[in-house]
């Protein structure tokens, strides 16, 4: 006798609801392992404090790799294993961000290492842009103070000009004052020839 399937080669053949929670291939077939966000960044802090994970978190961030893109793969990855729900895992990333930064710089607060993906020189040309759209309205809208702001502008320029032309005048000078300190005596075409006289 053969099955008999009533939903077979009818609209509604699919699953029905649930049915993936019940498999056991899926992660999210239970509670999430941690539902508070002390818990959560606990076990990723404990993890990190494994010499190998530390390390590797270390060439990681030192390689370029942004503090903010590793906070927030930690943090995904956690969600796809099951260990926190999205809430959780958007909730940590900031501590962890500054735990990260604490490890960048716990061997040496000297070391170069990149907060975000975007290039800090980009984050300083549109805040020049920012200011300058901002200067403009003011001239229209508050002439009074777009010119006294501009007027504190042209002298904060002024001033670091001529610190800028200070310092390079000083790095000139100690330049050629080394130069003459490190200058022979005399020329090669004076140096006394060695007779070969037996």
Do not use: C, H
């Amino acid at each position: 006798m053969a099955f008999n399937n009533p939903y077979k080669n009818r609209m509604i053949s699919g699953a029905p609801p649930g049915f993936s929670l019940t498999q056991s291939t899926n992660p999210w077939a239970k509670p999430p392992r941690f539902t508070t966000v002390d818990d959560a960044l606990g076990f990723v802090i404990d993890r990190l404090k494994n010499p190998q994970y530390r390390d590797q978190t270390k060439k990681l961030i030192y390689s370029g790799t942004p503090i903010s893109v590793l906070a927030r793969t930690t943090a995904i990855q956690g969600f796809s294993e099951n260990l926190w729900n999205p809430d959780i895992a958007e909730l940590i990333r900031p501590a962890l961000m500054m735990y990260l930064t604490s490890v960048a710089i716990e061997d040496n607060d000297d070391i170069p290492f990149r907060m975000s993906y975007e290039d800090p020189r980009n984050a300083v040309m549109r805040e020049v842009d920012e200011d300058y759209n901002y200067l403009e309205k003011m001239k229209t809208q508050n002439p009074k103070l777009a010119n006294m702001v501009m007027n504190q502008m042209k002298a904060e320029n002024n001033a670091r000009d001529k610190r800028d032309s200070e310092e390079l005048a000083q790095r000139s000078r100690e330049r050629f004052e080394k130069k003459a300190e490190n200058k022979p005596t005399g020329s090669f075409l004076n140096t006394p020839v060695e007779s070969n006289k037996a």
